[in-house]
């Protein structure tokens, strides 16, 4: 499975998503700084996953009508590191 993460999205996730053999285009790694209608058009052309901490991801696809194949939003309170990590990895699977 292919997955876009947004810049959003912890180091700590997208590293244990490639350890258990998940193909992951990060846009913090690969194209930094683009806006989010970009970052969803890259998951839409793709054809796959998109996760996000950004709740403006809601706003684009709901309110504004953009294209989107799926997106995961993470929102953990207070949750860090490989526990949420963890938890990305358990909800994919």
């Known amino acids: 499975m292919e997955i876009v ?3 959003s999205v912890d ?3 997208i ?6 053999n998940f193909s992951v285009y990060s846009i913090s790694e690969l194209q930094a700084g683009i806006p989010d209608d970009e970052v ?3 998951a839409y ?3 796959c996953l998109l996760i996000t901490e950004d709740k403006d991801f809601g706003e684009l696809t ?3 009508n953009k294209p989107s194949y799926i ?3 993470i929102r953990l309170i207070n949750v ?3 526990i949420k990590a963890n938890l990305v990895l358990q909800a994919l699977k």
């Open 45 to 47: 052309q793709k054809g």
């Open 11 to 13: 180091y700590e996730v």
């Open 71 to 73: 997106i995961l939003l």
């Open 15 to 20: 590293s244990l998503l490639r350890k258990n």
């Open 80 to 82: 860090f590191g490989t």
């Open 5 to 7: 993460c947004d810049e």
């Open 40 to 42: 969803l058009n890259i």
């Open 62 to 64: 709901y309110r504004l």
